[in-house]
């Protein structure tokens, strides 16, 4: 029970956002700082397999979507298929959860900070080009994925 209390004060994750320092965009793009940040703050590891299926693709990505094709949830898709995070939907997302989402012509991927429903903003740490990785808010998008991470594979303030 304290671990848990520990984690509800101080996620790893978003923790780690805080203070971490990484590339500019055009050399770790949104899904390269994601990769980055969750080997960094979990247990987890990327084989070269697991990269190619959490990088989409272009121009694939849209034929992706239109056949709402499990593998355009990216990291998402990947991470819930290897067994390390349980899929959510946006009324469960919590502090930590991993983000994937689509609007008209474009992607990205990010770590949950929050969202406000009443003004429809979700807040990410995320790679962009106008901003590198930092905080950032988007609108509700189009095509929305999320997963949580099991606490097991969460590095605790000992690790």
Same mark, same amino acid.
């Given at each position: ?46 084989? =070269?397999?697991? !990269? ?11 034929? $992706?979507?239109?056949?709402?094709? %499990? ?47 009443? =003004?429809?903003? !979700? ?11 930092? $905080?950032?808010?988007?609108?509700? %998008? ?18």
């Amino acid at each position: 029970m304290r671990l848990f209390l520990i984690f509800l004060l101080f996620h790893p994750i978003t923790d780690l956002c805080k203070g971490i320092s990484l590339p500019p965009y055009y050399q770790s793009n949104c899904v390269q700082s994601l990769v980055v940040v969750l080997q960094k703050s979990t247990q987890i590891t990327f084989s =070269k397999q697991d !990269l190619k299926e959490v990088h989409i693709n272009y121009p694939n990505a849209e034929q $992706l979507k239109q056949a709402d094709d %499990p593998r355009i949830k990216g990291v998402v898709y990947n991470l819930v298929r290897r067994g390390i995070a349980e899929e959510i939907t946006l009324n469960q997302l919590q502090e930590g959860d991993i983000v994937q989402f689509w609007n008209e012509g474009w992607g990205h991927c990010g770590i949950a900070k929050g969202c406000n429903y009443p =003004k429809r903003l !979700l807040w990410l740490y995320s790679s962009m080009p106008s901003t590198d990785f930092a $905080l950032t808010s988007f609108s509700f %998008p189009v095509k929305f994925y999320a997963c949580r991470i099991k606490a097991k594979y969460l590095k605790g303030p000992a690790n």
